[in-house]
């Protein structure tokens, strides 16, 4: 496999996988008791699945070792064979389905709205976004690679990186509240207190925990116990896809790493450009804790 450019589906940069196989994402039938969790890529997508699947098996780590994380919940947008996308697996999967996508909101494929599925909507803070998806793409082997810092930095200001402009989907998901079930929850939120957090998100989906398997799920759900766990830390991914090496794939989990890559001079000018993106929203996003 080749490193391939990405090319704009309605001004959005997708990687080749997606690009290629639009029409049928598009056209995906989506199920009234699907779940849909998204976020924008590096927000902490694998927490929160296997926070999801550990509230759906109960609190139970045993059940979630079953399969790789990526194998419980189809992503919509990815390859699972030259001709097909995770469309095609979630179409052979029995409900209740929980599924996983890094799309902005304008490309959801219709039918979640006609049916009106729940989204989980995990957000983190851009600074620590870019970071992530910065060491990401180094380590990733088919996705452009990101250049050095200051150029990688420019590219996800200016949106012209997998997925698009972080500001925009931060923003769409954030008003399809107003259209959709959605529970919007912040990375740093569940830093600070997994156990608060974790409960909220049983609520939603209609599983609240009792004390015990709540305790269960904070520490099956811990960076430490997810970096060891195979079903979680992609281990098992080949080289030619994700280089561990580079970076390993379970990488700091940590709130405030930006400060170790930006400069005080690329600090300002990015929150400059955030305050003019994201203003008027009510929108507040924290880069410590
Ligand atoms: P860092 O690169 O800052 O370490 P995604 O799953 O969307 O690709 O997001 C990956 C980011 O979430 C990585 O951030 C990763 O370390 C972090 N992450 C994964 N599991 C985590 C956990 N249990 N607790 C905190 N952060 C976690």
Not at 57 to 85: I, M, N, V, Y
Not at 157 to 167: D, F, K, L, N
Request: net charge positive; hydrophobic share 40%.
């Amino acid at each position: 496999q080749e490193r391939r450019p990405l090319v704009a589906v309605d001004g959005v940069p997708l990687p080749q996988k997606t690009w290629e196989n639009w029409a049928q994402i598009k056209a995906f039938q989506a199920k009234p008791d699907d779940l849909l969790i998204c976020t924008y890529p590096k927000a902490g997508t694998t927490w929160i699945q296997e926070i999801v699947d550990m509230i759906q098996q109960g609190g139970d780590p045993e059940k979630c070792r079953r399969a790789p994380l990526h194998e419980r919940h189809p992503f919509l947008e990815w390859a699972r064979s030259p001709q097909s996308t995770g469309v095609a697996w979630a179409d052979a999967m029995p409900p209740p389905r929980t599924l996983k996508t890094h799309l902005p909101v304008k490309l959801l494929p219709a039918s979640f709205w006609k049916q009106g599925c729940k989204v989980v909507y995990m957000a983190r803070n851009p600074k620590d976004s870019a970071v992530s998806y910065y060491h990401f793409l180094r380590m990733h082997q088919l996705l452009p690679q990101p250049g050095p810092w200051p150029q990688f930095l420019e590219a996800f200001m200016a949106g012209t990186v997998p997925w698009g402009s972080w500001h925009e989907h931060v923003r769409g998901w954030w008003r399809a509240r107003e259209a959709l079930p959605l529970l919007f929850l912040h990375y740093e939120d569940l830093k600070e207190d997994p156990g608060r957090e974790i409960q909220r998100v049983a609520q939603f989906i209609g599983q609240p925990l009792v004390p015990a398997a709540l305790e269960r799920v904070v520490h099956h759900t811990s960076f430490e116990v997810m970096r060891a766990n195979p079903a979680t830390n992609r281990a098992s991914a080949p080289r030619s896809v994700l280089d561990q090496s580079i970076s390993p794939f379970m990488r700091k989990g940590t709130v405030g790493d930006w400060k170790n890559h930006f400069t005080v001079a690329q600090s300002e000018h990015f929150d400059r450009d955030c305050a003019s993106k994201t203003a008027g929203t009510g929108l507040a996003f924290r880069t410590e804790l």
